[in-house]
């Protein structure tokens, strides 16, 4: 079956600019969680959302925001970009989320975004 | 709040040599915990988990076992090869707390033929 999808694969955006990521996860999972990976700070996360609703929310600024659709596709949107946006964008789907201890998280292959 | 805290790297090995990476945790509740394993220019991919005490996972010859009386959970393989070349993440999750994973800083592995 297909796994996660996350599009674009590279993206380049100016300061002050906004973009939107798109994450498509695997048929049947309902749980999309969203994780920002930099050199400096690892792996944090931002959001999840299950059945279109926010469930839990990481300690980013307002400036990071999300959505799910009813079919499950998630998207996540930075508006006023900074410099320090820069990083390795994420996307996680399960079954339910809450820690899969029997499902797991599946991971996209992520979005690059640059800042320039 | 929780935390997973991982051996610093980067850890350089010969094929074949014996692999160990330190990973502890600290932690309310009981979670869940996972390796994670990421190859250049890809995304994360699980290697293997555990979801209560004693249990051992275990995947492609990697092993770790949940110690909960020294909140650990060190992954271990025998014989590596050049192709586990990667950086390696430790994580949990709360089943009870919140919906998210958390992740140790990460350890780069470099096998040399």
């Known amino acids: 079956k297909a796994g996660v999808t996350q599009t674009p694969r590279y993206l380049i955006k100016t300061r002050g600019q906004q973009v939107t990521l798109s994450c498509s996860p695997i048929?049947?999972?309902?749980?999309v969680s969203w994780y920002q990976q930099t050199p400096g700070q690892g792996l944090q996360f931002l959001f999840e959302y299950f059945s279109e609703t926010q469930r839990n929310k990481g300690n980013f600024p307002g400036r990071f925001s999300g959505r799910q659709f009813s079919n499950s596709r998630s998207e996540m949107n930075v508006s006023t970009l900074e410099l320090g946006d820069s990083a390795l964008y994420l996307c996680?789907?399960?079954?339910?989320?809450?820690?899969?201890?029997?499902?797991?998280?599946?991971f996209g292959s992520g979005t690059r975004l640059t800042v320039v | 709040g929780d935390s997973v805290t991982q051996m610093e790297g980067p850890v350089t090995l010969s094929e074949e040599a014996f692999l160990t990476i330190n990973c502890t945790y600290t932690a309310t509740g009981y979670p869940s915990l996972f390796w994670y394993v990421q190859y250049p220019g890809e995304g994360l991919q699980l290697l293997l988990k555990?979801?209560?005490?004693?249990d051992k996972g275990s995947n492609k010859g990697f092993e770790a076992t949940y110690r909960k009386e020294t909140t650990s959970f060190h992954l271990e393989k025998g014989s590596v090869q050049v192709s586990d070349s990667a950086v390696y993440f430790c994580a949990l999750s709360d089943l009870q707390g919140a919906q998210k994973l958390v992740f140790g800083q990460g350890t780069r592995l470099t096998i040399n033929p």
């Open positions: 555990a979801t209560k005490a004693d």
């Open positions: 048929s049947g999972h309902r749980s």
């Open positions: 996680a789907s399960s079954l339910t989320g809450g820690g899969s201890a029997n499902y797991g998280y599946t």
